[in-house]
């Protein structure tokens, strides 16, 4: 059985830092693509990041570039989101996925086939 568990959430100030980690277990982690995307009180689910297996490839939306970066460690079996230069419009439940390696970027949650229960990050202005 597929488990995603994201930690690191909380309450932060303007301008400060977190880091999101999502421990996956349960699957083969080093053949799967990973991606966080998150969802603020009544607005759709929206793509972060993703990050390839190996992790040499990855790609950020546009409103987070230069601010976002996710990473991966597969001897731990974890991906992580750090995030700087945090903005009160960051605050949302952030949430890790995982599909199996295919050919393409995943942007959207229909291409992910599992899914954590996810994490609050507040940041307050």
């Known amino acids: 059985q597929v488990q995603l568990v994201e930690s690191g959430g909380g309450l932060v100030q303007a301008g400060g830092s977190l880091r999101l980690s999502c421990a996956a277990s349960g699957l083969t982690f080093s053949r799967y693509e990973m991606g966080w995307f998150r969802q603020a009180p009544g607005k759709e689910r929206e793509f972060v990041a993703y990050i390839r297996p190996s992790g040499g490839g990855t790609a950020t939306a546009n409103s987070m570039m230069g601010r976002f970066t996710i990473s991966r460690d597969n001897a731990k079996n974890t991906v992580y989101l750090q995030m700087n230069s945090l903005k009160p419009e960051d605050t949302a439940v952030y949430y890790c996925?995982?599909?199996?390696?295919?050919?393409?970027?995943?942007?959207?949650?229909?291409?992910?086939?599992?899914w954590g229960q996810g994490t609050q990050v507040t940041v307050s202005s």
């Open positions: 996925a995982a599909r199996i390696e295919s050919w393409s970027i995943a942007r959207t949650q229909s291409e992910y086939d599992h």
